[in-house]
């Protein structure tokens, strides 16, 4: 299959993964952990709930940040700051959505539209859509199978979908297209540790 040019899709190298490298990325879930302990012990903690959800916004966890500011302003009613964060937040979730529904337009004209499938399978995963997801990237696969963006983003929407066999192999399909996928050597090292495949993870981590 000829690969087709694809203007609105997503840069080749770039996916819907965490932005940071993945050992940095291992810090930032320690981090969560800890401001969950933090919580449960104390909810009224308003200084977590805004940590919290700092770290959840570089994370582009969007929706979960947006709970957390949302937790502060519940305390702290007058803070402008956080308000500020929750309604850029809450601007770019509308975005997103606003995004898809342009997308399945095209794809009612087009259901096999490659820039359509492969910008609807990213934000969908940023919506935490994640069966929707796989199903958006597995349409791009059987059109065209080298796109490394489009592996990483169903390897990552498979290991939240728990299948960590498939996250694997999806990351493997990746990462030979792109050895410098940070976010697919994360997810990978993630599922072989998900899978007690202790070397291996390990292996992923130093890379």
């Known amino acids: 299959m000829r690969k087709m040019e694809r203007k609105n ?7 819907c993964a965490p932005p940071k490298s993945h050992p940095l990325l291992k810090r930032y879930e320690m981090a969560l952990a800890t401001f969950d302990r933090a919580l449960t012990a104390n909810p009224a903690d308003a200084d977590a709930w805004k940590a919290k959800g ?13 709970t957390c500011y949302e937790r502060v302003l519940a305390i702290h ?6 308000c500020s ?3 850029t937040l809450l601007n770019r979730l509308k975005v997103y959505e606003e ?15 490659i820039n359509a499938l492969s910008g609807k399978a990213v934000l969908l995963f940023y919506l935490k859509h994640y069966d929707e997801s796989v199903a958006c ?10 796109e490394a963006t489009i592996w990483s983003t169903k390897g990552a929407s498979l290991y939240y979908l728990r299948r960590y066999k498939k996250t694997v192999s999806a990351c493997d399909r990746a990462l030979s297209l792109d050895p410098y996928d940070a976010s697919s050597w994360y997810y990978k090292g993630a ?9 291996e993870a390990v292996s992923c981590c130093v890379r």
């Open 137 to 146: 990237c597995d349409r791009v696969l059987a059109q065209i199978q080298d």
């Open 54 to 66: 700092d770290l959840l916004c570089q994370l582009d966890r969007c929706d979960e940040a947006v």
């Open 191 to 199: 599922a072989l540790l998900s899978l007690k495949r202790y070397e």
């Open 9 to 15: 899709s997503p840069k080749k190298g770039t996916s």
């Open 99 to 113: 995004s898809i529904s342009s997308f399945n337009r095209i794809l009612t004209e087009n259901p096999m539209d």
């Open 85 to 87: 964060k929750a309604r």
């Open 77 to 82: 009613p007058d803070d402008e700051a956080v």
